[in-house]
Nanobody, 115 residues
Framework: QVQLVESGGGLVQPGGSLRLSCAAS????????MGWYRQAPGKQRELVAT???????NYKDSVKGRFTISRDDAKKTVYLQMISLKPEDTAVYSC?????????WGQGTQVTVSS
């Protein structure tokens, strides 16, 4: 059984920064792709950033240059460093990992950008 636990969300002022973490536990030999998604109230979930096992990254256009995804396979953890946060970044952020072709999701962590 694979479980993902996120941390690092919270309330931040516009222009501020946050770092999200998502750690996996369970019987995991290796993790393929890792990613972060978000869902704002009344909107569909959207991809924020992904990182492949080889380290290739992909970002939603509106976060390019502000968000950075990274991974530490030894710790089975994926990170999302967010800077220059905007009110429109407010959402529940969830991590996603692919293990042996199966997708796993974290429970989500709230990020609120407001003055």
């Amino acid at each position: 059984q694979v479980q993902l636990v996120e941390s690092g969300g919270g309330l931040v002022q516009p222009g501020g920064s946050l770092r999200l973490s998502c750690a996996a536990s369970g019987n995991i030999f290796s993790i393929n792709a890792m990613g972060w998604y978000r869902q704002a109230p009344g909107k569909q979930r959207e991809l924020v950033a992904t990182i492949s096992r080889a380290g290739y990254t992909n970002y939603k256009d509106s976060v390019k240059g502000r968000f950075t995804i990274s991974r530490d396979d030894a710790k089975k953890t994926v990170y999302l460093q967010m800077i220059s946060l905007k009110p429109e970044d407010t959402a529940v952020y969830s991590c996603n990992m692919v293990v042996k072709s199966l997708e796993y999701w974290g429970q989500g962590t709230q990020v609120t950008v407001s003055s």
